[in-house]
């Protein structure tokens, strides 16, 4: 990634650049993962001004996707949002999930989780907001156990991850017990112009691909009818794990140190592993579990 200072690229932003291909270094096609947090973090608080000047187009996509969730979402599931963003998407689909469903969220942007948790708060149904663990997180080093999570969600946030595709669908798929539901571009089902698009901006390929490759089977892929841009159309890929072998059964949620993987005690301010001598903090009560977040403690 180009090392720019941060108020340069705010100014870039507020001239309207595009954030991630300024970062990028000359010659690049994938956007660095600290590229993608910054063009995001930035733009917080945009989906929910959008939303809220187009209530009817955000209640109809809400409803399509929270419909084909209904389908895979059962009583007592764990429900992750990966990429939540400002949790737009998470507080309209929680009106169409079943009672007692447990949602976790996480995302690589702070400032786009302060804000969603606010917009939440209203939006988001009242019993599952109540429940809601929200994080800041990679899904590149996602820090929870290995098939603690019954159905895993993204919504357009793989999308950004070109080059990264078969490392993260892994992780998904480890951390997931029962199914993936992944609503993303399909770069092989574009128009010409929409292709040229998804590679100018590093958006990922090839799907189907790298689910395989990751150990996933895809039992449906089908295009959403709510489409908010022509050239970059959503679709929905069903992904269940090939190997289910054990993994139904019910497992506690606990949070593990994306580094030394040990398991992560919650101190109130702060997470902390002894095995691992790393703490993770917190602000406005969001754990912040990323690799870059470590601090070294070997004592409390
Ligand atoms: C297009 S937005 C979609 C946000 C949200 N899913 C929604 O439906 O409104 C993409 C989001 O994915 C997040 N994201 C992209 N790559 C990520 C990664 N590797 N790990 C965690 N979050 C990521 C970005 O920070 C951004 O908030």
């Given at each position: 990634?180009?090392?720019?200072?941060l108020d340069?690229?705010?100014?870039?932003?507020?001239r309207?650049e595009?954030i991630?291909?300024l970062l990028r270094e000359?010659?690049?096609d994938?956007?660095s993962?600290?590229a993608?947090?910054?063009a995001?973090d930035?733009?917080s608080?945009t989906?929910?001004?959008g939303?809220?000047?187009?209530?009817?187009?955000?209640?109809e996509?809400a409803?399509?996707?929270g419909?084909?969730?209904?389908?895979?979402v059962?009583?007592?599931d764990?429900?992750?949002?990966?990429g939540?963003g400002?949790?737009?998407t998470?507080?309209?689909?929680?009106?169409?999930?079943?009672?007692?469903?447990k949602?976790?969220?996480?995302d690589?942007s702070i400032s786009?989780?302060?804000t969603g948790?606010?917009f939440?708060?209203?939006?988001?149904?009242?019993?599952?907001?109540?429940?809601?663990e929200?994080?800041?997180?990679s899904?590149?080093?996602?820090?929870?156990?290995d098939?603690s999570?019954d159905v895993?969600?993204?919504n357009h946030s793989?999308?950004p991850n070109?080059g990264r595709?078969?490392?993260?669908?892994?992780?998904?798929?480890?951390?997931s017990r029962?199914?993936?539901?992944?609503?993303?571009?399909?770069?092989?089902?574009?128009?010409?112009?929409?292709q040229?698009?998804?590679k100018?901006?590093g958006?990922?390929r090839n799907l189907?691909?790298?689910i395989?490759?990751a150990?996933g089977?895809?039992?449906?892929k089908f295009?959403?009818?709510?489409?908010?841009n022509?050239?970059?159309?959503t679709?929905?890929?069903?992904?269940e794990?090939?190997?289910?072998g054990?993994?139904?059964?019910?497992?506690?949620i606990?949070f593990?140190?994306?580094i030394s993987?040990?398991e992560?005690?919650?101190?109130?301010?702060?997470?902390w592993?002894?095995d691992?001598?790393?703490?993770?903090?917190?602000?406005?009560n969001?754990s912040?579990l990323?690799s870059k977040?470590?601090?070294?403690?070997?004592h409390?």
């Amino acid at each position: 990634m180009k090392n720019l200072k941060l108020d340069a690229i705010r100014a870039a932003y507020e001239r309207g650049e595009n954030i991630t291909e300024l970062l990028r270094e000359e010659g690049a096609d994938s956007n660095s993962i600290e590229a993608i947090e910054i063009a995001y973090d930035l733009q917080s608080g945009t989906y929910i001004n959008g939303l809220l000047k187009d209530k009817r187009n955000f209640e109809e996509r809400a409803a399509e996707i929270g419909e084909i969730l209904a389908l895979h979402v059962s009583y007592l599931d764990t429900f992750l949002d990966c990429g939540a963003g400002e949790l737009t998407t998470l507080s309209g689909i929680s009106h169409y999930l079943p009672m007692n469903t447990k949602m976790l969220a996480f995302d690589l942007s702070i400032s786009r989780l302060n804000t969603g948790l606010r917009f939440a708060s209203r939006a988001m149904r009242y019993d599952l907001f109540g429940g809601l663990e929200a994080f800041s997180a990679s899904m590149d080093h996602i820090p929870l156990n290995d098939n603690s999570i019954d159905v895993i969600f993204t919504n357009h946030s793989l999308e950004p991850n070109y080059g990264r595709e078969l490392h993260i669908l892994k992780e998904l798929l480890r951390v997931s017990r029962k199914k993936l539901l992944l609503f993303e571009p399909s770069f092989e089902d574009n128009s010409e112009e929409g292709q040229s698009r998804m590679k100018k901006l590093g958006y990922v390929r090839n799907l189907p691909k790298w689910i395989r490759e990751a150990g996933g089977v895809i039992v449906d892929k089908f295009p959403l009818r709510c489409v908010s841009n022509r050239l970059n159309p959503t679709y929905c890929y069903v992904v269940e794990k090939e190997d289910r072998g054990l993994s139904f059964k019910l497992s506690e949620i606990c949070f593990r140190c994306p580094i030394s993987h040990a398991e992560l005690k919650d101190r109130g301010s702060y997470l902390w592993s002894r095995d691992g001598a790393l703490a993770y903090p917190k602000i406005n009560n969001i754990s912040l579990l990323r690799s870059k977040d470590a601090i070294l403690m070997f004592h409390e």
